[in-house]
């Protein structure tokens, strides 16, 4: 008896795949799409190729041939590869060892990059050959789903703005570490100064790593409003600081100064390779919440060909922003975001915080709403969830945001929210009588 269907839409191998005896089983269940293709199972080392070439409905010939992950040897398998006439080529996202496979072959062949845990291989007898024998099987069925691999620009671009991510990460650490080490001798200077690494703080931390200043010396460093604070800058700034920790923190310092130069040079290498997609981020600044940085990680994540996705919906999935869906003997339960893009997720987040603090706007009514039954947590994920939705229609149209304003959801139902109001003022004590007012 043949299986049921499989979900080939969604690359999804149903359950029924693990009970079939090997390739001959897939050829009778249904009929290759593709007369000639290749499937590679990539490793750090090396790349284990199998072709598979043959008419639909017959079973295919084999060819089978390990290559080196060098250029050259790269060089070597593509050549293999169009010799054997293969049109399509499909590997697993496997770390990073698929990224130079994928751009030795991109120019030549029709590359499927699918996801590892969607495409794995029936359990028992694993070998590097049969994995790639199955990959090849898989592709020339139409089983494996396309995961997302921007164009080259946009690929460049997002591996400076993630290494820049790593960069203001690696400073904040260092800042957390430095203000510790300040505690631990008992300067309370982070108590006084809201921002320590500022101009003042700097030339007062430059000082304390010198020690020819006295507490006093070193509180006059002060510039503008911050001399108002001078007294309580004297007091902070009277513990003692041991010679190994100012080593330490003339360590830290440089270390911090160094990371915010570097990131400078890559905001200006950002801005430059940015440039072609400046319309997008145009309009992205448009959104509430949404700053430049975040503007350049959208663009740099997700590109600006929203055709490349399915809709809307699917964009969130990839990123991790829908809804959790659990369902199971006919009740839902609640169910978590899966991971996705955490670079995406956490800009948009960010973006939905700062968005929630704009006053008289449907995105802040919408979160305090949200506040209210859910927790700020996940009122900040459903607020990313809506930026991103947002972000695809206007890539998707080229239209500009239009803020749907802060009583667009009470017009909704605006018979629930009056007896809502109502019901409150009955509970205060007072007799409410509704009166429509003319228009």
Request: net charge positive; proline share 3%; with cysteine.
């Amino acid at each position: 008896m043949s299986p049921p269907a499989t979900e080939s839409t969604h690359g999804r191998v149903c359950l029924c795949f693990s009970a079939w005896a090997g390739a001959s089983a897939t050829e009778e269940a249904m009929e290759a799409i593709l007369e000639c293709c290749a499937g590679l199972d990539v490793h750090q080392a090396t790349v284990v190729a199998c072709v598979m070439s043959g008419p639909a409905g017959k079973k295919p010939d084999k060819q089978l041939r390990t290559f080196g992950t060098t250029r050259r040897d790269l060089a070597e398998l593509a050549e293999w590869l169009a010799e054997r006439g293969c049109t399509a080529v499909a590997m697993e996202a496997t770390g990073v060892y698929w990224r130079p496979v994928h751009a030795a072959l991109e120019d030549r062949f029709d590359v499927i990059v699918g996801n590892a845990y969607r495409i794995k291989t029936v359990p028992g007898r694993k070998t590097d050959a049969k994995d790639a024998e199955w990959i090849c099987d898989l592709a020339r069925h139409g089983l494996i789903a396309r995961s997302f691999v921007p164009p080259k620009p946009i690929r460049a671009l997002r591996e400076l703005v993630r290494y820049r991510r790593k960069l203001v990460e690696t400073a904040s650490t260092e800042r957390n570490r430095l203000i510790k080490l300040l505690e631990t001798a008992g300067i309370k200077l982070a108590g006084v100064v809201s921002d320590v690494f500022g101009a003042s703080g700097k030339n007062m931390l430059r000082a304390l790593i010198g020690a020819e200043r006295s507490a006093a010396e070193m509180a006059q460093l002060a510039q503008r409003r911050m001399r108002r604070k001078i007294p309580e800058l004297e007091r902070a700034l009277e513990g003692g600081l041991a010679a190994h920790q100012r080593f330490v923190l003339d360590l830290q310092l440089r270390r911090i100064e160094a990371a915010e130069a570097d990131v400078a040079a890559l905001d200006e290498r950002i801005a430059e390779m940015a440039a072609p997609y400046d319309w997008a981020i145009g309009l992205l600044l448009g959104i509430p919440g949404v700053d430049r940085i975040v503007a350049v990680t959208i663009v740099a994540e997700i590109g600006t060909d929203m055709a490349l996705f399915d809709g809307p919906a699917q964009l969130a999935s990839w990123a991790g922003l829908c809804p959790g869906s659990h369902e199971s003997a006919g009740r839902r339960h609640g169910g978590k975001t899966r991971r996705g893009n955490v670079f995406l997720k956490s800009a948009l987040v960010t973006a939905a915080v700062a968005a929630a603090k704009k006053r008289n706007s449907y995105l802040a009514d919408k979160y305090r709403r949200l506040c209210a039954k859910r927790g700020k947590m996940r009122a900040a994920v459903a607020i990313a969830h809506k930026l991103l939705l947002t972000v695809y229609r206007i890539l998707r149209d080229g239209e500009c945001y239009k803020d749907l304003g802060a009583d667009y959801l009470d017009s909704l139902d605006k018979r629930r929210v009056a007896n809502r109001l109502t019901r409150r003022l009955n509970d205060l004590g007072f007799d409410v009588q509704l009166v429509p007012r003319a228009a």
